[in-house]
């Protein structure tokens, strides 16, 4: 079972940074794949970054290619999103997600929440103009 825990979230202007990071307690960090969701209010949750963790591979969509950078420390067992040049738009509850994996399994499959078992508890963004 892999327990993830998010922090980093809160209220910024347009145009600033922020980063967040979530925490995993697993010994499999090393072979998972990993994702950065978000999920506006009254909308779909919606991929912004990926990772395999085991060759650090990452992939984005173009709404945050870019702007946000995803990472891994895989000493820490933490991932992280580094998120530059918010906008209002990008406002939303934010939720790491790992699902266990061996490889690299591509942008759709990495883009699909439905193939992600272990989900933290979102923290906020915010941000305003």
């Known amino acids: 079972q892999v327990q993830l825990a998010e922090s980093g979230g809160g209220s910024v202007q347009a145009g600033e940074s922020l980063k967040l990071s979530c925490r995993a307690s697993?010994?499999?960090?090393?072979?998972?794949?990993m994702t950065w969701f978000r999920q506006p209010p009254g909308n779909q949750r919606e991929a912004v970054a990926t990772?395999?963790?085991?060759?650090?591979?990452?992939d984005y969509p173009p709404s945050v290619e870019g702007r946000f950078i995803i990472s891994a420390n895989n000493d820490e067992n933490t991932l992280y999103l580094q998120m530059n040049g918010l906008s209002p738009e990008d406002t939303a509850t934010y939720y790491c997600?790992?699902?266990?994996?061996?490889?690299?399994?591509?942008?759709?499959?990495?883009?699909?929440?439905?193939?992600?078992?272990?989900w933290g508890q979102g923290t906020q963004v915010t941000v305003s103009s």
């Open positions: 697993t010994d499999s960090f090393r072979a998972l794949c």
């Open positions: 997600a790992a699902a266990d994996c061996r490889s690299w399994l591509g942008r759709q499959w990495a883009f699909r929440a439905t193939n992600f078992q272990h």
């Open positions: 990772i395999y963790t085991g060759d650090y591979h990452t």
